[in-house]
């Protein structure tokens, strides 16, 4: 395992970078608002779910083991007009409304793996959890913080702001005295909370909504809210490390789990908040309510009027890279042909690299001014993860190294500029970043799962040795072998490379 390193995030409770300290010394608990299941995840959704892939990833690799809890939200989260999203979807494809979380929660996963994202260690559904919310709901009216009306029951924001201050409001910045300004007048018309700013923690079903269980106070179901406060405590603990979504959740989704769990026990869920910025498409915000949408098989077969072409997955995923994660990021035709550029030059760099090697003879000994540059750029792309994970840098420091890479392929370096150890750096560094921190995959022909890269590197490591031992008859054995596949292998003065016929 490797040396846990220092990494700052940037946290939204407190609005600045911090130092992350986990609760538990070498342990990440993390909490990721998962898809609402009731259409086509859209791209936005994506990019929140690629971001929080990463975050994982890299926390895994500086050395952390990770409990990554993702939820799927398959009840209770209301549209505008108070409906039930997953019975409106059901209602609309005459479906039970299992139908229609299954469905949309197997294109879910399709669509991560696709991604190359790896699956959570927990993935809990809201319907699979409802004596959790119940016993949530009683745990906060028994703390006073909550009441019912007519078999529904309300959170009483207006008690708990004014009894904690200093928690309500602290992650979306919303002032207590602008909540209490707001006057009942602002209630809909047969409204049963007792202040516009209450929200609902259990709904009575009406006659025809169609997902109800039993409780104490109604045959209902749960607010939306609800879910996240009540698995997160069962899987992480009532107060864990990281708790992640995208920006728009913050209010009124955040700012109400923060107070659900305060108000059920009197204590914060999650030390870190971290929130995913938005992806927009032409500038505005993209959304399943609002239909400005792309969906990913359409970005991938170019079927949309918004883009000129098709682009593969992967492509897709560099140009999320390419950005910061807490930066909005605009899908545009343009920006994908610069993605497409990057992606194909970082692999086929990567190419060029693995199939590289020195000779220890030629190599003096002392670290040269370009080894002393290449190790600075590598750390500058481990110092860019440290600082908030921001892939964006980590990339750049990818592509300065490149340049070394081409100039030695290209014989523009002079011979021992470089020395061996520090080229298994930087294969290793390109390894890691590419692979294991950014989850890419080599998408070129015979080479979808990176198999064929890792075989080559593997044999002609091997070779390599063999060449070392002067042991001509196995160097040539598998020269002449990859040649009968159609795999020629060129020996440099600079190292090995190799290509298909
Ligand atoms: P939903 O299925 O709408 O509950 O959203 C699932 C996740 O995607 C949440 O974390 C949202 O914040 C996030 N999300 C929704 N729209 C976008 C967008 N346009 N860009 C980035 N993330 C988004
Ligand atoms: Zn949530």
Redesign the pocket.
Known sequence: MNEIRAIKLHNSLSGKKEVFQSLAPGRVGMY??????YSD?????????VSFDIIYRYLMHSGYKVRYVRNI?DVG?LLDDGEDRMSKGARLSQLEPMEVAQKYTVGFHDIMRIFNTLPPSIEPRATGHIPEQVEMVQAILDRGYAYEKNGSVYFDVIKFARENPAVYGQLSGRVIDELLAESRENLKHQDEKNHPADFAIWIKASEEHIMRWNSPWSIGFPGWHLECSAMSTKYLGKTFDIH??????KFPHHENEVAQNHGSCGCQPANYWLH??????NGR?????EGN?ISPAELFSGDSPFISKGYSPMVVKFFMLMAHYRST?DITDEALQAAEKGFRKLMETNKLLQATSISARDFDGSESDTDRAILALIDDGYKGMDDDFNTAIALASLNEIGGYVNKLVNKQLAEGDIAPWVLERMKTAFTNFIYDIFGLQDESAGAADGTVEGLMRLVLDIRANAREQKDWTTSDKIRDALTEVGIQVKDGKEGVSWNKQ
Do not use: Q, W
């Open positions: 990721v608002c998962g898809p609402t299941v995840v859209h791209l936005g959704n994506c990019r929140t779910f939200t989260h992640g979504g995208g920006g728009d959740l995913a910025n938005m992806l927009l498409l915000k993209m959304s399943k309510s949408t990021l």
